[in-house]
């Protein structure tokens, strides 16, 4: 068996290999040799039956692979050490290791360009801005993806160009996840991924290949599900399922139940979500798919919006425990630090050939530069000084601007958080005096009232008269007790954040045509009480803001528990704003803004008329 730490020793070392045969081989050489190469049919045959292997027995495939690699390196042919490295990208690619894949199709672009073999060299580009997208490094994918486009379309390549424009449809579909956008950005981004899907679409129809155009079909639905036509959606996505079940190609099966589940529950057909999602589950067990984690997502969230709490609670968990990170930000900046390598090893035979020359131009230069130092060296020793003062004058001039910077940061700080404290010192002295001195007054006066009307001989007018007084008293008492609650609820003192966000939703609900969800992820814990508070307070405060300025239909409000961080996500639907610089100075966000300084916090607007609006806001727990 192979071992499994065969890339890192060789990677290396082939890399090696292949300069020297770049350096030294003569192109049209390479290709007779390839034409003649005794032991290709072997190559090809390993090739060809690794791919089989890639799900079912990796390790076989990996074997099959190294050992076409190592025969074509033995053989000194470029053309079929391009095959065997481009076949362990692809081995590496499938099995989501970027890592690995990278340098593979990194050597293949080098000796295709030797080669000068422009349909492979566009592949290898194809291959890299695949990578780039999954890697999030979206520039880069979109640059690898355009040199390939040119080429294919050039050399009229159907098939190449339909998985081309499939692959930017992607791109520009992903990048509004891990982009920090505006909504008009957004939305041109989707409008730019449908675009590149439909060309795809168009070349799949004309080739008639039906696994293609389902995978096309799949990217759209993403598209209209992300953008809220879910109808749509479903059309497409229900196409797909049909072509792969007649395909009886599991592993797609599995995903495309997995997007239909997604898309019943964007239509609110929540049951129909669970059922589809479950059955994506069990398929992608059985066929060993990755990306598991992301349907126990799914399935978290319909079945919180299908009101199965318990089992929205249980997927959530297993989405926690089984998802993984496949590249680090360290191993991005690795792959992406490959391809410089690459572009400096390209130019190497090139630099050997003038070293000779710089060498000798380099002497030259060495005794002009002797002289012309010694030149400068006097004027150099004549300013020196005068600089040198200038440049300390100029330092302790820029640290005591920035000590007045920080000393003037601090103030403001300490003077917000005074504010801030004396305000609740205020709110449970006023909440304490009305619950014990206006409530109790309240409480004997009806007493008092209920005695009277038990001791006295009234008409029956004035009976009912009386019973409307004890309602009134009763109802003030109540209301009392409410304001009382919101200036200083009990809940978030004895039970933390998430019990009083219900609760205060619970009771707005109660009060209100509005509706309002509350949501929490992770853990029930406790935090700083002045932490907590702060929060309940700013949740207050947005849901008043949205109550009394959106006109919104529904309010989401979502609460985000770690153990080093929290978060407050307030999102409506209602008539939005325009988000600019003067927004802080009213509609009670200025108040917001102090309290999250104040704990050295974040928040984050997202706003358009007519698109509602989110509000998130973060702070981290050292």
Not at 29 to 53: G, I, P
Not at 258 to 274: P, R
Not at 318 to 347: C, P, W
Not at 460 to 471: G, I, K
């Amino acid at each position: 068996m192979f071992p499994s730490h065969f890339f890192a020793q060789n990677i290396d070392s082939i890399s090696i290999e292949i300069q020297k045969l770049i350096s030294s081989s003569n192109v049209e050489e390479q290709r007779d040799f390839a034409k003649n190469f005794s032991e290709s049919v072997l190559v090809a045959n390993s090739l060809s039956d690794a791919k089989n292997y890639f799900r079912s027995k990796p390790e076989l495939a990996l074997k099959l692979i190294t050992e076409a690699t190592d025969l074509s390196l033995k053989s000194k042919s470029l053309h079929y050490i391009s095959l065997s490295l481009e076949q362990l990208g692809n081995f590496y690619f499938h099995n989501e290791n970027y890592e690995k894949a990278t340098p593979c199709y990194l050597n293949c672009l080098q000796i295709e360009e030797k080669l000068g073999d422009e349909i492979r060299f566009a592949k290898m580009n194809l291959n890299l801005g695949r990578i780039y997208n999954y890697m999030e490094i979206t520039e880069k994918s979109i640059d690898f993806l355009q040199k390939a486009l040119e080429i294919f379309q050039e050399h009229n390549d159907t098939l190449n160009t339909t998985l081309t424009f499939e692959s930017l449809g992607s791109i520009y579909f992903n990048r509004n996840f891990w982009e920090q956008t505006t909504r008009a950005q957004k939305d041109e981004n989707y409008d730019l991924s449908v675009a590149f899907y439909r060309k795809a679409e168009e070349l799949a129809n004309l080739t008639g290949d039906k696994v293609r155009r389902a995978n096309i079909l799949q990217g759209i639905s993403s598209v209209y599900n992300r953008t809220g036509k879910s109808e749509n959606a479903l059309e497409n996505i229900l196409e797909t399922l049909s072509i792969y079940k007649d395909l009886n190609d599991s592993e797609r099966i599995s995903d495309a139940l997995f997007a239909l589940g997604i898309t019943y529950d964007k239509l609110g057909q929540h049951d129909d979500a669970i059922k589809y999602l479950n059955e994506a589950l069990e398929m992608g067990k059985k066929v060993n798919m990755g990306g598991v984690h992301w349907i126990y997502e799914s399935l978290a969230e319909a079945n919180y919006n299908a009101g199965n709490y318990k089992l929205s609670r249980d997927m959530y968990v297993k989405f926690i425990n089984t998802r993984d990170s496949v590249l680090n930000l360290e191993k991005s900046h690795q792959i992406l630090e490959l391809e410089t390598k690459y572009q400096t090893e390209k130019k190497q035979s090139e630099i050997e050939k003038l070293t000779l020359v710089k060498k000798q131009r380099t002497l030259v230069i060495y005794i002009l530069i002797a002289a012309l130092m010694l030149l400068l060296l006097f004027s150099y020793n004549y300013f020196r000084n005068i600089k040198n003062k200038k440049i300390i004058a100029d330092q302790q001039l820029e640290i005591k601007e920035k000590q007045l910077l920080e000393l003037e940061k601090e103030r403001q700080l300490t003077a917000a958080k005074s504010v801030l404290q004396g305000e609740e010192i205020e709110r449970r002295r006023f909440a304490r005096d009305l619950h014990d001195g206006l409530g109790g007054m309240l409480s004997g006066l009806k007493i008092n009232l209920s005695t009277m009307k038990g001791n006295s001989i009234i008409t029956s007018e004035q009976t009912t008269a009386f019973e409307n007084a004890l309602n009134l008293i009763d109802k003030s008492i109540v209301e009392l007790r409410r304001v009382a609650h919101n200036l200083m609820p009990e809940t978030l003192n004895h039970y933390g954040l998430q019990t009083a966000l219900n609760d205060f939703t619970v009771q707005l609900n109660q009060q209100i045509s509005t509706k309002i969800n509350f949501s929490f992820f992770g853990e029930d814990q406790r935090y700083e009480p002045q932490l907590e508070l702060t929060v309940f307070r700013i949740a207050q405060e947005l849901l008043n803001n949205a109550l009394k300025h959106a006109d919104a239909q529904q309010i989401q409000v979502l609460l985000f528990a770690e153990k080093n961080r929290v978060c407050l996500q307030v999102n409506d639907d209602g008539k939005g704003f325009v988000v600019n610089s003067g927004l802080l100075k009213g509609s009670g966000l200025a108040g917001i803004s102090n309290r999250v300084d104040a704990l050295s916090g974040k928040i984050d607007i997202d706003s358009a008329p007519g698109k509602g609006t989110e509000i998130a806001v973060e702070f981290f727990i050292s």
